[in-house]
């Protein structure tokens, strides 16, 4: 497929354990972003990777939150410890920046839906 | 902190009514996109709008942007059950590649 794959879907996990969620973006899109969604609601950002620069890491919500980029393409985002009021939808999307043609279109994955107990 | 607010939150209408969603800021925006989503999906770009007063029709979905392009509206025309969805606006600002998205606004659309 050619679209934003992300890994697990469905991840159920307990109070304090750490999870790792998986991202692959589409072929050759130089940015990378990761959303967080509660119940339907807006979008809130967490972090995005612009080819070799540092990430922008201004979304995330405590240093529980990280998360990386190999070799330009495939992401994790790692909670650590985590909390029930982390249970929600997190989002990954990619796009191909540069060229005003392209206006920062976003493509979404499916996302993975975390739900800690 | 530039913010987007939509309305309304919740919307429920009979198939083949006209609506109208709209989405706020006080900032100005270089760019601003509406999303779809649809459950367990992503979601999915409907369309972009660049210029101040830019009118784009997409079938029977027509979005304005603001002419201080601050502002945009969505509207639907003869709104069918497959138009069921929350509708999420972006707006980008200057060069920055960041989206700021709006607190949604779910449609519902009664056979």
């Known amino acids: 497929g050619a679209g934003v794959s992300q890994s697990p879907s469905n991840k159920v996990t307990e109070k304090g354990k750490d999870v790792e969620l998986r991202c692959d973006p589409i072929?050759?899109?130089?940015?990378l972003y990761w959303y967080r969604q509660s119940l339907g609601q807006g979008l809130e950002f967490l972090i995005y990777?612009?080819?070799?620069?540092?990430?922008?890491k201004s979304g995330l919500p405590s240093d529980r939150f990280s998360a990386e980029r190999t070799g330009g393409s495939v992401s994790t985002l790692t909670i650590q410890r985590t909390q029930q009021e982390d249970s929600a939808v997190y989002l990954c999307?990619?796009?191909?920046?540069?060229?005003?043609?392209?206006?920062?279109?976003?493509?979404f994955g499916p996302g993975t839906r975390l739900t800690v107990l | 902190t530039q913010l987007l607010e939509q309305s309304p939150q919740f919307l429920s209408i009979q198939e083949g009514e006209n609506l109208t969603v709209y989405c706020n800021s006080s900032?100005?925006?270089?760019?601003l996109q509406w999303y779809r989503q649809e459950p367990g999906e992503g979601p999915v770009l409907l369309v972009t709008?660049?210029?101040?007063?830019e009118v784009k029709k997409l079938k029977r979905l027509t979005f304005q942007f603001g002419d201080a392009r601050k502002d945009s509206s969505l509207h639907i025309t003869a709104a069918q059950p497959g138009d069921t969805g929350l509708y999420l606006c972006?707006?980008?600002?200057?060069?920055?590649?960041?989206?700021?998205f709006g607190t949604g606004t779910r449609l519902t659309i009664i056979p």
């Open positions: 999307a990619s796009s191909l920046v540069g060229g005003r043609r392209f206006y920062n279109e976003q493509f």
């Open positions: 900032s100005v925006f270089s760019s």
């Open positions: 972006a707006g980008a600002v200057g060069g920055n590649e960041k989206l700021t």
């Open positions: 709008v660049v210029t101040g007063g």
């Open positions: 990777f612009q080819g070799n620069s540092a990430p922008d």
């Open positions: 072929s050759g899109h130089t940015a």
